[in-house]
């Protein structure tokens, strides 16, 4: 077996797989067993491994002169269960582990020497970027892949030195912690990051898995590990991490600068733009605002590390005011809103000297500059700059330079927009007076200090009564716009301005709708300015148009899917109707026709529109449809059978067709075709089969008459001739055996009318039925049953008073006479019978309650079928009277049964 496996065309980590995976079959016991093959740094496992208790090893075979790379054969018991100390390992499962080691331990020799590499196992590891590595039980290094060198780490000078020498001093504790609890940790291997550096004080980030090696007593003799480099990962959620920090401080940053109640933004800014430059580790941090009639750039704002603080102060002429023109190439990037950078002041342009030129008295090697626009003009600019070449800024700095800028700006537009208000207060005084809208001048308690003349012919008073009155007089009582007032108030204080609709009183205790905009005047003061408008009108038609808008969005929304399901339905009824639909024009050509037409047809779509209706009927139908029905298809409804000819093959067709009365296309009919043709072949076998049941039914019915009439006279014969012999017989036995005769003659006769009598009620389909009252019907029987009880000593019981109307044939009467007899033969003498009348919505039932000794549950089935009788006895019967019970009630559309008395 492991022959094969080594023999097979598969990679090494696959033979080792493959063999981990079979090893346990050498045990008596495989289904309970692991194993797991340790060579060096690597570790293969059979599936679903468990280090159980037991444990057996092969002996260590060393490879080569790395003494610590050994071959190790493990397996594991796990849910074994030991009786009478019995050895879980035999001696020869012992051996033949050692065999196989040694096979491996072989095979993996001619690897080595195949694969000729410079390290002895190298090999193994394949072109990966993983570091494979291996610890003894003092966590020093006894293996390290030589792919360690792409750190800065020599692997031969790491050997015998402890691994946590190489590992970050912040890293260290976690990792000997991790190294000294690995023994008691079930859930391996165990994943941990930590920092290497090396001898430049480099420092890598790793992902490390690592993995226990005990031997096979359970001792640790340390670990295999395998190293991989997140350094990347590591340094993107570093930055990651900076950049969230930078816009959150920024976001703080906004909220202050746009608060309307802080008036000097530019001791703000100041502190902002210095923390900035922290983050982005600038040595300085500039804004520029750009006067276009000037064409000049005006420096706003700076800050600088102490350094260069100084340079910028002796050369703040130059600084603070620049030129468009100097700057060409600059200006013309601004323009497309494209940021501009210096890495190096060798690498800029000679058009750029005035740039070269500032930036070398600066002693500046690197900058970059954010243009920022507004309303799609350039404003100005924002930029950092270093000292150091080639400075690598952060991805995220350019969006937080534009965000800045725009908030600076936005703030301090904001302050010039408050100037301007104090400068034109005048003017408002005079819109104040004029306004077609109230306007109200009130503190935050209510207290309304100044009034224009369209707020007192709004609430209806003069100036002087409206200033002794508070803001809250003027709403109405109603506790809602009593809050909504004081609400109003302390928006307007908390956000500056507030907008909302209300309601207030005239002074004839009228209500008007208003649309009430307040502002803060004066915030100290808490002074409030609020315009009120009188939005009646405006709220009636709103009102109108919204409902009217409803009522049509209504209508349009159920037209809309009444369509949308309509012609759905149509266009599925259409293509997957079971029938052929189809359209014809004005010269009965097709120029439309469904799946189901082709597939009556057998001819494809395409090959069939456009031919005229004429071509695939037959001579005498394309006759019959030119001379007979003409123009007349396009103006009426039109039902017929057609012979179409389709592959060389008749079928009969069942055409309907209907005029579309479309307005934009006149004369357009729609058909329908349905293949007819096994229909009418079945009508005509049909027809055939009911004449042949026909001429069957006569001769049955006359079979029965000739059998009736030849079998009735000699049982009539032999009745007569056994009365006479009764008569003159003197000797009782003669007589007795003479009455067994005259008996079963009579039995025989009954049985030949009723068969007779209920063939002919099988023959009958249908009976003329006319009204009848059920209570004399059961009158009747009763009187004409009353002799035959009485001869029991038996009572026939009823209580039918009223009339009980229905539509009958009189044969209905044997119907009751034959139950009746039936309850007075299969009752006991001196008993009683019965009889009821229910009535239901559309029906009577009728029911005869005896005494008899019942009917088993097994013979309720049948009892009504032909010559099946459920109690025989001593009592005459021919097995016939319930089937012709049931047949005439069949007839009547009826149903017969028969169910348990309780009372006997």
Known sequence: MFYEILAEDMSFDQKMEE??????????????????????????????????????????????????HALWLELFYKDLSLKNNYEPFTSDEKQKLDFIAKILSVFIDKEIEAKKVRYDYDFLLGSTNEIPYSLNSEGKIVYISPNIQEYGLRPEQMLSRPFADYVCLGDRDEWLNIFNKIKSVDNLPLKAQIRIQNGNKELHWFQNRIDPIYDEMGNFLGINGIANDINRRKEAEIHSQKQSNAFRFLARACNQLVDPFFEDIDLLIEPILEKIREILDADSIFIYELNHSENNMHLTHYTCVPPLKGRCELAMDKLSSLSTAQFPTVIEKFQKNEPYYVNSIEQLPDSEKNLKGLLTTLDIESAQIMPVHVENQLVGFIGVVSATKNKNWPSYSDGLLR???????????????????????????????????????????????????????????????????????????????????????????????????????????????????????????????????????????????????????????????????????????????????????????????????????????????????????????????????????????????????????????QFNSQPLGLSDSPQKVIFTAQDITRRKQAEIALKNYAGQLEKSNEMKDLFTDIMRHDLLNPANIVKGFTDVLIKKEKEEKKIHFLSKIRDNTERLIDMIENAAYLSKLESTETLELQKMDLGRILTSCISEMVPLAENKNMDIIHDLQQPYPLKANPIIKEVFINLLSNAIKYSPSESSIHIGVQENDSSFKVMIKDRGSGIADDDKTYIFNRFNRAQKGSIKGTGLGLAIVKRIVDLHGGSVGVEDNPQG
């Open 19 to 68: 063999i981990a995976k079979v090893l346990p079959q050498i045990l008596r016991y495989p289904e309970k067993a692991s194993a797991r093959i340790l060579f060096g740094p690597y570790s293969y496992k059979s599936p679903v491994f468990k280090q159980g208790k037991y444990q057996i090893s092969s002996s260590n075979i060393p490879k080569n002169e790395e003494k610590s």
């Open 403 to 653: 965000i800045l800028f725009d908030s600076i700006f936005n703030a301090k537009e904001r302050g010039k927009t408050y100037m301007m208000l104090d400068n034109t207060m005048h003017l408002y005084r005079s819109l104040f007076d004029r306004s077609n809208d109230a306007i109200l001048i009130h503190s935050s308690e209510g207290t309304i200090i100044d009034a224009n003349r369209s707020a007192c012919k709004i609430i209806g008073c003069s100036h002087s009564d409206i200033l002794s009155m508070k803001i809250a007089d003027l709403y109405p009582h109603e506790s809602e716009y009593m809050a909504q007032s004081q609400s109003a108030i302390q928006k307007t204080l908390n956000e500056g301005s507030t907008r909302f609709e209300s309601k207030i009183k005239h002074m004839n205790d009228s209500v008007i709708d208003v649309e009430i905009s307040s502002s803060v005047l004066d915030k100290e003061n808490s002074i409030m300015l609020s315009i009120v408008r009188d939005i009646t009108e405006r709220k009636s038609s709103e009102l109108e148009l919204e409902n009217y808008r409803k009522h049509l969005g209504e209508i349009v929304d159920q037209r809309t899917s009444e369509l949308q399901t309509a012609n759905s339905w149509v266009s599925a009824l259409y293509d997957n109707a079971p029938i052929g639909i189809g359209v014809l024009n004005k010269d009965l050509e097709l120029i439309d026709l469904n799946k189901g037409m082709a597939e009556i047809t057998g001819i494809p779509r395409e090959n069939i529109v456009g031919k005229s209706l004429f071509s695939i009927c037959t001579e005498e139908s394309s006759r019959y449809l030119d001379s007979d029905l003409g123009p007349d298809i396009h103006e009426i409804q039109f039902s017929t059978e057609l012979h179409w000819v389709c592959n060389k093959k008749h079928i009969c067709i």
